[in-house]
């Protein structure tokens, strides 16, 4: 897929027949056409056209033009039909043309969100931007290395003393030829003199000097490794911590928190193990396996050649073993699971298999899955147990013809006895690094995906950018929306035609059915997300154009949910203000209702709270959340549901800390409960994402408009409840 | 539905649009419409309520803001002429294509990868949580679902080179 096609092309995938097909939409000069392999199957220009509209079927959907001056969309002409894989470029699309009807000028379809790799046109991994296909593993180890870089002198360090610890495990074969050779079994026969006790106890001195010098270089090698590790990994997590930081909200809520807490530390100790464990071993066993060779080559290259060229037929063997393996064991695991969730299903549900007297079915239903695990194990098990002793018996194999063959040699006087007892002892050294070289593509594939998972935090880019020169922020409080335009995917515009001036000061109460764009008029506000058109501003200024820290010192919020961090309430109200003295935290205390119940708890201001710490209550925690906003004594406070779910008595007492709280503020408020909002200067009525209604309590209700609505449904509903 | 006549069903009561008042027909702009009882409805939605097990029986009509105006026992019981409406209008607002062969399937990363060809067109799509989004049917129809939200649907496994089907198969029980 190219980005730069012609102006405004996206592709669909299904022709007016609902058949698969490649085609482009096309939106140029007002006009919208749309080609399927090729052929033209629609074209029209936007006359009498009020606007395009996005329809989903069930995996399937399409691009409409409604006509003007019909709302039942039965005059509708389809542009194209597509999957779901192009749902959200047709948005996109749809956007556009929807944009130069209402102000008559064409912008650009941004693939913002790219879904499939441009260069191989496979499906992207949400919340990865690299293709799984594409992307270069040398490219992504090279850029490791790099990363280790300031550990290069020790990682040398640590790679020489493996070496020389190599070097000492290579002697002892030596040793032991020479012993045989010199002194057990000398070509000229056994002479039993003092010279020969002298020079076997000259090679056993030296045999325990090798194993024992090896050993402390392992020793001394294993320690500095993990030095380097835990450093290497310890850059690492700052590095994508710090990165996680300071991303937008946009780019943080593509990924879960577990998927964020895992790159922090799952994925940091994964290429760490990778580097300073398997570096260390690729090193050591590759060293080996050519020195080994070497050697074995210079004790003779026929046996030599008989060890090695099995060698690749046995790597193959296991490669083809292990995915086979790989497929039984996903097997064996996936019914695991089944029986577990059955389980999980029947002991969480036995209140209702109970009531409903269904025990037998579930018991049959659990025996079933219990069963075919059984099944599938036991199948398992009798599979491994056969052909992992044949696979060793065929790998030993090897050492039989050694045997055999040499044992010839020896007999026709080719080769010493002490040579063959080298070489078989050295034989066995060959093995261990294939074993380790036939484990390694799964280690790197394990160690490329979390390099690119790391990789792509690091490079992810800032989308709410700071001007280089931002503006200063005097905030008096004016909040501007001008002619705002925002959805948090392309296809779906949450607000649009937003415009509203707040004054310094003045209370506003957002009102609307959930889902009508509230809570995204204060994300905007607080420039969590970037408005698509138009602009918010503060006090004349676009919050473009103020610095991110500047503009959220002015802002203090109260959300529905207060989270509290672990630490003690002082800390969760000085949270504001971390250099805040004890008198100005008991006073914003104080004055968010709050003193009164923290001095009640038996450690006062110093209780533990937040996970692990006392538990508070869902008002406690709200009026800690007031203390915080009083604290920071913002110019704007924004009160996002502040006083939903509480009963009527500390939602009182709450109410009473807000009034004081607002005094003076500019204050955005959401409320559902629509009694809250009675102190609000103007309210703001909003309705699928556009404003509907500007006015106070009393003229709304004299509108008998969407709010005199509301109201009346909420006082039925509140009767309905007494 | 004041006037329209329905048949009821069971004990609760259930009502249906009868298939002798309805009529379906298609609007001079192409979209399904109904006559029902003398009333127009000139564009309806058609859903089904049991899409795998009764993709033509159970069949709920809406108008285009979704409101309900009835539910068809059995579209099969409808004129030949208009089940075939019916059955077009059914089958391409539920897009679900037939696998035909499977030319590779590879895992990265927890993700699955097809290469198929749906009759003679080659498309690939990856699969996430495999052992949710693949599911078998009753009647052993194999069910896909990809990651934009595509349905795909094997219906005889067996078909299936043997190579890929036994990569697949460990995922379907």
Not at chain 1, 685 to 708: F, W
């Amino acid at each position: 897929m190219q980005k730069k096609d012609i102006d405004n092309a996206v592709r669909y995938d299904l022709n007016i027949r609902g058949e698969l097909c490649e085609g482009t939409v096309t939106f140029a000069d007002g006009i919208v056409c749309a080609c399927a392999d090729s052929r033209e199957e629609f074209s029209r220009n936007l006359e009498g056209i009020k606007e395009a509209r996005q329809f989903t079927d069930i995996g399937c959907g399409r691009l409409e033009l409604v006509p003007e001056g019909c709302d039942d969309f039965s005059q509708n002409l389809t542009v194209c039909r597509f999957s779901m894989a192009s749902v959200n470029d047709i948005g996109e699309l749809c956007k556009v043309i929807n944009h130069y009807i209402k102000h008559g000028k064409i912008t650009e379809v941004s693939h913002n969100e790219a879904q499939r790799c441009p260069e191989c046109g496979k499906p992207l991994i949400p919340g990865i931007n690299a293709c799984m296909f594409c992307v270069k593993k040398t490219y992504l180890f090279s850029r490791a290395l790099k990363l280790m870089k300031p550990y290069s002198r020790q990682l040398l360090i640590s790679s020489l003393l493996l070496i020389l610890a190599d070097g000492c495990a290579a002697v002892v074969p030596i040793l032991n030829r020479v012993l045989t050779d010199n002194y057990l079994a000398p070509a000229g026969g056994i002479s039993a003199g003092a010279e020969t006790y002298r020079g076997i106890f000259l090679i056993a001195a030296l045999l325990i000097l090798s194993y024992a010098g090896g050993r402390v270089l392992t020793i001394f090698s294993g320690i500095l490794s993990n030095r380097i590790g835990s450093m290497f990994s310890n850059d690492l997590r700052l590095t994508v911590y710090d990165k996680i930081q300071t991303l937008s909200l946009t780019a943080l809520s593509k990924k879960t928190a577990g998927d964020l807490i895992k790159r922090v530390t799952r994925d940091t100790t994964q290429i760490r193990d990778f580097f300073t464990d398997q570096g260390k071993y690729a090193i050591e066993q590759g060293l080996m396996f050519i020195i080994v060779t070497i050697i074995l080559l210079f004790t003779s290259p026929l046996l030599t050649l008989l060890v090695l060229v099995p060698i690749p037929i046995f790597i193959v063997v296991i490669f083809k073993l292990w995915g086979y393996i790989h497929l039984r064991y996903e097997r064996q695991w996936k019914m695991d699971s089944r029986a577990t969730s059955i389980l999980h299903d029947i002991i969480k549900g036995i209140r209702v298999v109970k009531s409903f007297g269904n025990e037998k079915r579930e018991i049959s239903k659990f025996a079933n899955a219990s069963e075919k695990l059984a099944d599938v194990s036991s199948s398992n098990e009798r599979f491994w147990s056969l052909t992992f002793p044949f696979i060793g018996f065929f790998m030993g194999a090897g050492e039989f013809l050694v045997m055999f063959i040499g044992g010839r040699m020896v007999l026709d006087g080719e080769m010493t006895l002490g040579e063959l007892t080298q070489f078989t002892m050295f034989l066995a050294y060959l093995y261990n690094p294939i074993r380790w070289f036939s484990s390694l593509p799964r280690w790197l594939a394990n160690a490329a995906t979390s390099l690119i998972k790391i990789f792509e935090i690091i490079d992810e880019e800032h989308d709410l950018k700071d001007t280089l020169s931002p503006a200063p922020l005097n905030a008096g409080g004016q909040i501007v929306f001008d002619e705002v335009q925002f959805g948090y995917k392309a296809y779906e515009p949450v607000l649009e035609d937003i415009n509203l001036t707040i004054n310094p000061g003045e209370m506003i109460g957002l009102v609307g059915h959930s889902g009508a764009g509230k809570s995204t008029m204060i994300n905007l506000i607080m420039r969590l997300y970037d408005t698509d058109v138009g602009s918010v501003k503060i006090d004349g200024v676009s919050l473009k154009d103020i610095d991110q820290h500047v503009l959220r010192e002015n802002i203090g919020v109260v959300f529905q949910e207060t989270f509290l961090f672990s630490g003690s309430v002082y800390d969760n109200i000085a949270y504001a203000k971390p250099d805040a003295t004890y008198e100005e935290v008991i006073a914003a205390a104080k004055t968010a209702n709050a003193h009164e119940f923290i001095m009640k708890l038996p450690d006062g201001y110093n209780t533990p709270v937040g996970e692990n710490g006392h538990n508070l209550s869902g008002g406690e925690r709200q009026r800690i959340a007031i203390a915080r906003a009083v604290l920071k004594n913002p110019k704007i406070l924004i009160l996002d549901e502040a006083t939903s779910s509480l009963d009527p008595e500390t939602e009182g007492k709450i109410q009473e800390a807000l009034n004081r709280l607002t005094k003076n503020r500019t204050t955005v408020a959401i409320a559902h409960r629509l009694s809250t909002l009675r102190n609000a200067d103007r309210l703001v009525v909003l309705e699928h994402g556009k404003i509907a209604q500007v006015g106070s309590h009393q003229q709304l209700m004299e509108e008998k408009g969407i709010y005199y609505n509301l109201v009346m449904a909420q006082r039925q509903t509140a009767k309905v409840k007494k | 539905m004041d006037d329209t006549k329905v048949t009821q069903s069971g004990f609760l009561g259930l009502e249906f649009i009868e298939p002798g008042d309805c009529c379906f027909y298609t609007n001079p702009h192409g979209f399904i419409a109904l006559r029902l009882n003398g009333k127009d409805y000139p564009r309806v939605k058609l859903t089904r309520a049991y899409p795998y097990t009764e993709p033509f029986a159970y069949i709920g009509i809406e108008e285009t803001d979704d409101k309900e105006i009835g539910m068809l026992k059995n579209a099969e019981e409808l004129p030949a002429e208009q089940f075939s409406l019916v059955r077009k209008e059914l089958e391409s607002r539920y897009f679900c294509p037939v696998i035909t062969e499977v030319l590779s399937f590879k895992e990265k990363m927890g993700h699955f990868y097809f290469e198929v060809k749906i009759g003679e067109h080659k498309t690939n799509f990856a699969v996430r949580d495999i052992s949710r989004n693949v599911r078998t049917l009753p009647d052993g129809t194999t069910l896909i679902f990809d990651m934009d939200g595509n349905r795909y649907s094997i219906p005889d496994l067996e078909k299936i080179d043997s190579k890929n089907r036994r990569k697949i198969e460990p995922f379907l029980y």
